[in-house]
T-cell receptor
Framework: DTEVTQTPKHLVMGMTNKKSLKCEQHMGHRAMYWYKQKAKKPPELMFVYSYEKLSINESVPSRFSPECPNSSLLNLHLHALQPEDSALYLC???????????????FGPGTRLTVL | AQSVTQLGSHVSVSEGALVLLRCNYSSSVPPYLFWYVQYPNQGLQLLLKYTSAATLVKGINGFEAEFKKSETSFHLTKPSAHMSDAAEYFCAVTAYGNKLVFGAGTILRVKS
């Protein structure tokens, strides 16, 4: 299984809502990532988890809260978002080893988020 | 710091023509370079990667890229474009801590 799955595919939420995005992989990867991609822009890294521990937070606002309950799952909890947070949210995973630099990242299809 | 620059935000070719998408990198250490493709409303798919084993790298769907240290380039090519190649292409380089730094992307249009 070389697939990263993400649910839901689409999400519309109000600024006062609380919602969560889910990502799952069964490739035995120990590094998982959240990216945000605005239209016509490259993906921007938000968070990196390595062995279920948060290793990188790219100064993301606290209204985004990541969680890695186990090595296969990655969640992104959303609360009090702003309309400018509307974007495609991509999850990715990769092997996490001493040779991390050339381990390719496998991406999921993304969740299209719209904040009203 | 590692970075990549993609020259040309849009490239248009005729079906059957050569595809050339340009990427130049900046890195203080030997770089690990990647090309990803993104079809509309989808995630990114790895086309190929350079890890110093060989300067000419062959990928999926007939694409290949050549690493040229003297030119700090890693351009993506395909001898004959197909309509299904129309997509956005991202060049990327790894940076410290599992970080992948993307170029701005190049949208490839294939004309029939």
């Amino acid at each position: 299984d070389t697939e990263v799955t993400q649910t839901p595919k689409h999400l519309v939420m109000g600024m006062t809502n609380k919602k969560s995005l889910k990502c799952e992989q069964h490739m035995g990867h120990r590094a998982m990532y959240w990216y945000k991609q605005k239209a016509k822009k490259p993906p921007e890294l938000m968070f990196v988890y390595s062995y279920e521990k948060l290793s990188i937070n790219e100064s993301v606002p606290s209204r985004f809260s990541p969680e890695c309950p186990n090595s296969s799952l990655l969640n992104l909890h959303l609360h009090a978002l702003q309309p400018e947070d509307s974007a495609l949210y991509l999850c990715a995973s990769s092997q996490d080893s001493q040779y991390w630099a050339y381990n390719e990242q496998f991406f999921g299809p993304g969740t299209r988020l719209t904040v009203l | 710091a590692q970075s990549v620059t993609q020259l040309g935000s849009h490239v248009s070719v005729s079906e059957g023509a050569l595809v050339l998408l340009r990427c130049n990198y900046s890195s203080s250490v030997p770089p690990y370079l990647f090309w990803y493709v993104q079809y509309p409303n989808q995630g990114l798919q790895l086309l190929l990667k350079y890890t110093s084993a060989a300067t000419l790298v062959k990928g999926i769907n007939g694409f290949e890229a050549e690493f040229k240290k003297s030119e700090t380039s890693f351009h993506l090519t395909k001898p004959s474009a197909h309509m299904s190649d129309a997509a956005e292409y991202f060049c990327a380089v790894t940076a410290y801590g599992n970080k992948l730094v993307f170029g701005a992307g190049t949208i490839l249009r294939v004309k029939s």
